[in-house]
T-cell receptor, first 114, second 115 residues
Framework: ETGVTQTPRHLVMGMTNKKSLKCEQH?????MYWYKQSAKKPLELMFV???????ENNSVPSRFSPECPNSSHLFLHLHTLQPEDSALYLC?????????????FGQGTRLTVV | AQKITQTQPGMFVQEKEAVTLDCTYD???????LFWYKQPSSGEMIFLIY??????QNATEGRYSLNFQKARKSANLVISASQLGDSAMYFC????????????FGQGTTLQVKP
């Protein structure tokens, strides 16, 4: 149990579907992150939220839409995805600027776009 | 710009032997933290060890130690007495104080422990 919970663990969706990934943390952290991990590639940082405000968007296509309604919850809304979007999506949380504390990760959502 | 480089895509080690996984980084910040994570085939990211840029001693956590050479900007992970359960992907990562504290990851090294 890492303190960060992601749902669902697995998701298969068609290219015309709309779905959402959910991330929840009860560690009291003030920053949350979405990462994408494609096969045989390093983790790519997608979005950073600090104090519920988006502070970074790393050139992610608009078919990915994040939402952070409060400091404990983070969503990634998906619509009209492409097969190349199939990947492991990892959520993480941490204390912003607290260099000596690690980021805690959820177990990820393995997304397949068909 | 923040950058992490892991030059070993794959490594093999015999059970009970030690192995070193390489990591070099590039930053213009004076304050930063270096991390190693383990990712088994199940996908979760498991934190292993942390080294701060101002720490004078190398970090150790059980069988894990970090060989921190600040002048060379390297932060190699040493796993002693390898176990079969150590077979996994290993990622080096860095956080800069000035940059929202986000973690930037290297490409990863796949470690296989042979019985």
């Amino acid at each position: 149990e890492t303190g960060v919970t992601q749902t669902p663990r697995h998701l298969v969706m068609g290219m015309t579907n709309k779905k959402s990934l959910k991330c929840e943390q009860h560690l009291g952290h003030n920053a949350m992150y979405w990462y994408k991990q494609s096969a045989k590639k390093p983790l790519e940082l997608m979005f950073v939220y600090s104090l519920e405000e988006r502070v970074e968007n790393n050139s992610v296509p608009s078919r990915f839409s994040p939402e952070c309604p409060n400091s404990s919850h983070l969503f990634l809304h998906l619509h009209t995805l492409q097969p190349e979007d199939s990947a492991l999506y990892l959520c993480a949380s941490s204390q912003e600027r607290a260099l000596n504390t690690e980021a805690f990760f959820g177990q990820g959502t393995r997304l397949t776009v068909v | 710009a923040q950058k992490i480089t892991q030059t070993q895509p794959g490594m093999f080690v015999q059970e009970k032997e030690a192995v070193t996984l390489d990591c070099t980084y590039d930053t213009s910040d004076q304050s930063y933290g270096l991390f190693w994570y383990k990712q088994p085939s199940s996908g979760e990211m498991i934190f292993l060890i942390y080294q701060g840029s101002y720490d004078e001693q190398n970090a150790t956590e059980g069988r894990y130690s970090l060989n921190f050479q600040k002048a060379r900007k390297s932060a190699n992970l040493v796993i002693s007495a390898s176990q079969l359960g150590d077979s996994a992907m290993y990622f080096c990562a860095m956080r800069e104080y000035s940059n929202t504290g986000k973690l930037i990851f290297g490409q990863g090294t796949t470690l296989q422990v042979k019985p």
